[in-house]
């Protein structure tokens, strides 16, 4: 199992571009998330999908949309990239949430907004 | 101790004694609480998670503590490695799937 994959790992865009970020997991799991990491601070939830073709907002989702069509994909995107989106974006899922599952988390893709 | 808000940034230990990381949370409603760590440049990994109705939880050399009364939560890592330093956040989880993470403590293991 490759576990959680993003794509790609690292990108500059200049102000307004559009990007989409791909994660994709291979584990059948249910629940997927997007975060998002500053400098210094914790993860932030962005959006999240409790199953194929559902979606729901976070704590900071202006900005980003997101969608689920395949249980194996979460896609994350940005219409028009502002400088303050410059920042880590992890992706993660797990099966189901109950005491004893993981969260497992992607390595990250690297986004710089010019 | 690190907070879901607040952070103490760095830990420093001895290789071979115990580890205490703290963390304190906002919500009570929170149903669930989980501890991640975060070496450089990767994405985190879970170590531990905890039900709110419970107030101890054991795993391969970590502890979670879980004091409601106070809204505290601690991870003691025992018998310190050079491999546990990294970054450790706490994270609880309000019903209905919202998760909120802490801003992290830095541990750092002294050979």
């Known amino acids: 199992n490759a576990g959680v994959t993003q794509t790609p790992k690292f990108r500059v865009l200049k102000t307004g571009q559009s990007m989409t970020l791909l994660c994709a997991q291979d584990?059948?799991?249910?629940?997927m998330y997007w975060y998002r990491q500053d400098p210094g601070m914790g993860l932030r939830l962005i959006h999240y999908?409790?199953?194929?073709?559902t979606t729901a907002k976070g704590e900071v989702p202006d900005g980003y949309n997101v969608s689920r069509l395949k249980k194996q994909n979460f896609l994350l995107g940005l219409e028009s990239a502002a400088p303050s989106q410059t920042s880590v974006y992890f992706c993660a899922s797990t099966l189901r949430w109950g005491a004893g599952n993981e969260q497992f988390f992607g390595p990250g893709t690297r986004l710089t907004v010019l | 101790g690190e907070s879901v808000g607040l952070h103490l940034p760095t830990l420093s230990v001895q290789e071979g004694d115990n580890s205490i990381i703290n963390c304190a949370y906002s919500?009570?409603?929170?149903?669930?609480f989980i501890w991640y760590k975060q070496e450089s440049g990767k994405g985190p990994q879970f170590i531990i998670d905890i039900r709110s109705n419970m107030d101890k939880r054991q795993g391969q050399r970590v502890t979670v503590l879980l004091n409601k009364t106070v809204k505290h939560l601690s991870l003691q890592i025992a018998a310190t490695q050079p491999g546990d330093s990294a970054v450790y956040f706490c994270?609880?989880?309000?019903?209905?799937?919202?998760?909120?993470f802490g801003t992290g403590t830095s541990l750092t293991v002294i050979p």
């Open positions: 994270a609880e989880k309000f019903p209905g799937n919202q998760f909120y």
């Open positions: 919500n009570s409603a929170s149903d669930y």
């Open positions: 999908s409790v199953g194929e073709g």
């Open positions: 584990m059948n799991h249910e629940y």
